[in-house]
């Protein structure tokens, strides 16, 4: 349920003339289509709007309405910057720790604009003077609708809103079949299939537009597939070496993990990336039922997210990060074998 004290921003967007949305770093696509969405409604309300995303997001958000008005930071640091110093209100959206903008922390720190969070992962910060934060739901994109609906402004959802937040939340539920899921979740897809989101074109744009590269290093992400019975766990890794034999592109291992997790009796899966340019391994994990990848994430990982989605990094080397990662298992066997 949305905070009645969230609501008082309508005083804030009221007299905020210059508005700055930002998604968090290596925005997915409920990132990308809670910020568009919302872009386009605060737009049509007659503020100046602009969304600034930290970093660049995958070829396959590219196609969002909105899309060509997205400032990235790492290239535009400087009008961006100028931005976020004239801002009257800042939402952050689909995050809730500033330390998830990589660069652009330090200029948000500085901002004196009002900040409203919107937000679906736990254990949220205190750095928003207006807080929008439910761990239960399915998407930021539905919190977006909620929000534009509580301000008494459903029917100012225009087919391109619908657009971005349907597809936030089709994403971010894995196509609907993710236990976030409610039936309420099915109502707001409803109504923005009603108010002009084209579910068929949607899904197409998102998910079949694949390159011959990508699924060539899905075929080399399987070949790496290894999978603990004993432990109910699967994990891929990808060296940066493969990732360059496919001529990899932001985005292209979007949804690998889920190939572990569709193993029969896997109920944890997990993918470590090499990411040479960053000195790092990026690692996405996935589960089923009651088993905690939050908790793992954040214990272990530097990481964190939602009981059954989370991310995290390690600076170790890919072999010795996967290394800990099985010298970590073992601890969680009750967990995963009840």
Known sequence: MIDTRILEITAELDTAENIVIVPHKGPD??????????????????HTVHVISPNDYPHFLKWLPGNEEVIIYESEKEKADKLISEADVVFTLDFNHLSRCGLMQDSLMTS????????????PSDYADYTYSDAKMSSTCEMVYRFIDKLRAGKK??????????????????????????SDTHRVIADLIDKGAKNDQIHNNIFDTNS??????????????????????????????ELDQHNFKK????????YGLSLEGIIFAVIFIE?????MVKISFRSKGDFD?????????????HINAAGGRSDLSLNDTIVKFN????????ELTK
């Open 327 to 334: 010298r970590i298992l073992p601890e969680y066997k009750e």
């Open 212 to 241: 011959q590269n990508k699924l060539q290093l899905l075929g080399t992400a399987l070949k790496n597939l290894r999978v603990n019975k004993d432990l109910r766990t699967a994990y891929i890794s990808l060296s940066q070496e």
């Open 293 to 305: 990848v939050n908790k793992f994430a954040r214990a272990h990982f530097d990481g964190g997210g």
């Open 112 to 123: 004196e604009a009002v900040f409203v969070m919107i937000d679906h992962h736990q254990e």
């Open 251 to 258: 985005g292209d291992t979007e949804g690998f993990v889920n």
């Open 275 to 279: 990411k040479e340019n960053e000195d």
């Open 157 to 182: 959802i225009t087919p391109q809103i619908a657009t971005c937040l349907y597809t936030g939340i089709m994403t971010d539920t894995g196509s609907f079949r993710f236990a976030s899921t409610s």
């Open 29 to 46: 696509g409920d990132a990308m289509g809670s910020s568009l969405g919302l872009y386009h409604f605060l737009k049509d309300k007659g």
